[in-house]
């Protein structure tokens, strides 16, 4: 056991007590007899609230199961009225493992003064442990005698916290799985690679994270790791001209697998300078299968596939939006702001392109109706991220500005789905097809949607598929051809 006296210096939310009972947490101003306690409270799912979350119904822990290489940050709160003179708490450190693990800010004295009664220690993993060893703070002290280390009772004092080692497990993703280029020499693009549980900088620095497959030539740079263990900012920049605008240029960046990182959500990006073709943004055919001021709007489809060994059309229906983009995008048409000087709040679409995706949160919505080919597979979208496909399909009008009838071409991308058990695939997916105006306000696409996989269709599959704007559209007649039955994940 290693005994080693730290300082350190926090900030967090000022409290004072209500009583002296097991409810002595519930802090108040009104308190006549100061103390002071560690603070650190989780959310019901156990992860570490931090400053501005709050939750009131839960109280302060003395212990936790640290897995994770993030910093962890352990608050200290003083329950007092405003000081008019500065407190300094002392705390100690004791490890049951290797110091050199970890590193504490600070290391051994608190600092409450004023108005601030909340003070804070950052703990931080400098390299991965191998042992479930541990950590404990201990308050030792105070500079001012009549404030009580500790709460006032002796069920749950909280003048130490001990912090366990467990079992670390550091995954990593794309938050954002594609980005298309202009095609410029000196072309720059930003994006961030995601780590969940944190990372530890020497190990990046050492280990080729990247897989790539180049359509082009280009560079690739990183900010410094700083004090962030969240995230790291790429950047892409472009070290030759592609814009031949009858040409499709894709680059595709993929995480590998290493020993001490996993992959997790989307695992590849996409880099595309896409052909360009001459389209009128006022045919907007993309504005025929969204509405906004719907949050239930939803396209209608179907897709020849095998339900319960026969081969039939079956059905689905997905959330479905359009591609939000920037005004010097030329497919770009105005959605809103038209009225007013202020361009803050102006929203701009892809005239030619759609989505779909939930309006918030962590599900998934049924993209391609692709649940159907799957059984076990995850819904959620940090494990299944391709169901939620933001840009899907891109239409080209007839004579470039006919508003009923064009082609459409599904964009293709890798997409990632998980099973329920932890496996996780890669599918690339594409297809093309038409797409018209009907009677009766309906408006109908049809297209082949295929998807790629050696391991789990053994090379490339595909299905028919119809997709229309609303519900109700008519009966469709039966395909004389095969069709695919859901597989296991």
């Known amino acids: 056991m290693n005994r080693i006296k730290i300082i350190s210096v926090l900030s967090i939310v000022i409290a004072i007590i209500v009583s002296c009972s097991k409810d002595d947490y519930k802090l108040d101003t009104k308190s006549v007899d100061p103390f002071v306690r560690f603070n650190f409270i989780t959310s019901s799912a156990g992860v ?3 400053y501005p979350a709050v939750n009131t119904a839960r109280v302060p822990e003395n212990t936790y199961e640290n897995k994770s290489v993030k910093t962890l940050k352990i608050p200290i709160t003083l329950s007092s009225p405003t000081l008019k003179e500065a407190v300094r708490v002392n705390f100690s450190t004791v490890t049951s493992g290797d110091r050199n693990v970890f590193s504490i800010e600070p290391t051994s004295e608190l600092l409450f003064e004023g108005n601030k009664l909340t003070d804070t220690v950052f703990v931080s993993f400098d390299k991965r442990w191998t042992k479930k060893d541990s950590i404990t703070l201990k308050l030792e002290d105070i500079s001012d005698s009549n404030i009580h280390i500790g709460n006032l009772n002796t069920s749950a004092p909280n003048d130490n916290f001990k912090i366990h080692l467990g079992e670390v497990k550091t995954t990593y993703t794309f938050p954002e799985g594609e980005f ?17 549980n944190g990372f530890i900088p020497s190990e990046i620095e050492n280990t080729n994270i990247f897989d790539q497959i180049d359509g082009f030539d280009y560079s690739l740079t990183h900010d410094d790791f700083g004090d962030n263990r969240n995230s790291i900012n790429y950047h892409l920049t472009l070290l030759e001209d592609i814009q031949n605008d009858d040409v499709r240029y894709e680059s595709f960046i993929s995480l590998n697998e290493t020993e001490n990182y996993t992959t997790t959500g989307n695992s590849i990006l996409q880099i595309t300078k896409p052909i360009r073709v001459p389209r009128d943004i006022q045919a907007n055919p993309a504005a025929n299968f969204y509405n906004l001021s719907d949050s239930f709007y939803r396209t209608y489809g179907a897709h020849w596939f095998d339900r319960n060994g026969t081969c039939s ?8 939006f359009p591609v939000v983009t920037t005004k010097n995008n030329p497919d770009a048409i105005q959605y809103s702001g038209q009225n007013t000087t202020d361009t803050s709040d102006d929203v701009y679409h892809d005239a030619f392109k759609i989505g779909f995706n939930v309006v918030t949160g962590s599900a998934t919505t049924n993209s391609f109706g692709l649940k159907d080919w799957f059984t076990n597979e995850s819904v959620n979208a940090s494990n299944s991220p391709g169901f939620n496909i933001t840009s899907a399909l891109e239409f080209f009008p007839d004579n470039g500005n006919s508003k009923t009838t064009g082609s459409v071409l599904v964009i293709p991308k890798f997409i990632t789905i998980g099973g329920s058990n932890g496996n996780s695939h890669r599918i690339f997916i594409s ?14 696409i049809s297209f082949e949607l295929k998807l790629k996989n050696e391991k789990l269709f053994g090379g490339t599959v595909s299905s028919q598929y119809r997709i229309y704007n609303k519900t109700g559209f008519p009966t469709l007649a039966p395909l004389n051809e095969s069709c695919y039955k859901a597989i296991p994940l």
């Open 313 to 320: 059309w079956v059905t689905f229906n997905a959330f479905t």
């Open 431 to 444: 297809g093309e097809g038409t797409y018209r105006a009907m009677p009766n306000g309906f408006y109908e």
């Open 180 to 196: 298309s280029v202009k095609g410029e020499k000196g072309e720059t693009i930003d994006f961030k690679v995601n780590f969940p």
């Open 48 to 50: 570490p609230l931090e």
